[in-house]
Nanobody, 123 residues
Framework: QVQLVESGGGVVQAGGSLRLSCAAS????????MGWHRQTPGNQRELVAG???????NYADSVKGRFTISRDNAKNTLDLQMTSLKPEDTAAYYC?????????????????WGQGTQVTVSS
C-alpha cells in the first residue's frame, strides 16, 4: 500500500517562510505527476503547484514567484518552499502523487493523497 506523509506545516507571520515536505512509502514502481493542493473550510481543493517526473512545473497564479516545488525521484520525496506568505495562504495543504504500483494482475495506476498539513499565516 502506498502512502504519502506530509510534514512542515505550522503557524508563521505574514512575510515569513515555510517548507512542506512529502515522503512516499510502500511498493511503488514509479511516481509520475506529483504536487500540492490546498483547501480551506467550505471551499474546494485547489491546485497550488505540480511537477512531472521529468521536472516540469506549474503553479497557481496566486503563488507564482513565491512558492517553489521540487522533487527527488530517487527518494520519492516532494517539497514545497513557500516564501512571502500571506494570510490568504492559510489552508490545509495536501500532497498527491500519480503512482504505478504492483497490482494483483500486474502494474496498476493509483492516485494517492496525503493526510494534509495545516499552514496558518497570521497578519
Amino acid at each position: 500500500q502506498v502512502q504519502l506523509v506530509e510534514s512542515g506545516g505550522g503557524v508563521v507571520q505574514a512575510g515569513g517562510s515555510l517548507r512542506l515536505s512529502c515522503a512516499a512509502s510502500g511498493s511503488i514502481f514509479s511516481l509520475n505527476d506529483m504536487g500540492w493542493h490546498r483547501q480551506t473550510p467550505g471551499n474546494q481543493r485547489e491546485l497550488v503547484a505540480g511537477v512531472t517526473a521529468g521536472g516540469a512545473t506549474n503553479y497557481a497564479d496566486s503563488v507564482k514567484g513565491r512558492f517553489t516545488i521540487s522533487r527527488d525521484n530517487a527518494k520519492n520525496t516532494l517539497d514545497l518552499q513557500m516564501t512571502s506568505l500571506k494570510p490568504e495562504d492559510t489552508a490545509a495543504y495536501y500532497c498527491y502523487g500519480d503512482a504505478i504500483v504492483p497490482g494483483t494482475f500486474g502494474p496498476e495506476y493509483v492516485e494517492v493523497w496525503g493526510q494534509g498539513t495545516q499552514v496558518t499565516v497570521s497578519s
